[in-house]
């Protein structure tokens, strides 16, 4: 398997553990942690692709870049569902 879908598959089967921890919690069963992983992974992916490196900024500047991305992910996702009348 290639190393970028690994990579992708990886965050796919972490997606669906914690989304099989909370339907063990809550009792129902959620489509947002896939799919979001999913993102993420993809995310992780491109920004190898294309060099994006951003280590040498400051911890601040780095954990905004950061929480950015993970909330621009999730939005994506939310809307995606929304738009697919799966929300």
């Not at 290639?2 to 992708?8: F, N």
């Not at 992780?44 to 900024?57: D, H, K, N, Q, T």
């Amino acid at each position: 398997m290639p190393a970028a879908a690994a990579v992708v598959a990886t965050f796919i089967v972490s997606g669906a553990i914690h989304g099989a921890a909370i339907f063990a919690v809550t009792g129902s069963p959620t489509a947002l942690f896939v799919p979001w992983f999913a993102v993420l992974g993809l995310m992780v992916v491109l920004s190898r692709r294309f060099g994006i490196r951003y280590g040498c900024r400051a911890w601040m500047v780095r954990a905004v870049i950061n929480v950015a991305l993970v909330v621009g992910a999730l939005a994506l996702v939310t809307a995606g569902k929304q738009l697919l009348g799966l929300a």
